[in-house]
């Protein structure tokens, strides 16, 4: 059974950063898809940044390209979202995804087969 679990949400300054963490089990993530989304009150849930596992490829939401940066590590079986430069529209809950039947780092969260339970990040201005 895959399971995703988030940490790492606070509360944080706009100009600040913060490191997210997804911790994954029950699974063999090195061929999976590995996804952050979040959502913000009365909003869908939206694309922030993808990675195959595999190779380290990356995909970014326009709105957070060059302050955003996903990567894992391969030991721990843990992917980050270290978040820089944070705006006021970047506060939401923040979930971690993963695709199992893709092998492209995809925007569309219905590609993904499992998800995490979302960690809050809070941006006071």
């Known amino acids: 059974q895959v399971r995703l679990v988030e940490s790492g949400g606070g509360l944080v300054q706009a100009g600040g950063s913060l490191r997210l963490s997804c911790a994954a089990s029950?699974?063999?993530?090195?061929?999976?898809?590995m996804g952050w989304f979040r959502q913000a009150p009365g909003k869908e849930r939206e694309f922030v940044a993808a990675?195959?596992?595999?190779?380290?490829?990356?995909r970014y939401a326009d709105a957070v390209k060059g302050r955003f940066t996903i990567s894992r590590d391969n030991a721990k079986n843990t992917v980050y979202l270290q978040m820089n430069s944070l705006k006021r529209e970047d506060a939401a809950v923040y979930y971690c995804?993963?695709?199992?039947?893709?092998?492209?780092?995809?925007?569309?969260?219905?590609?993904?087969?499992?998800w995490g339970q979302g960690t809050q990040v809070t941006v006071s201005s």
């Open positions: 995804a993963a695709a199992q039947r893709w092998t492209y780092p995809s925007a569309n969260r219905n590609e993904y087969d499992y």
């Open positions: 029950g699974g063999t993530f090195s061929t999976y898809i």
């Open positions: 990675l195959r596992w595999s190779d380290g490829i990356t």
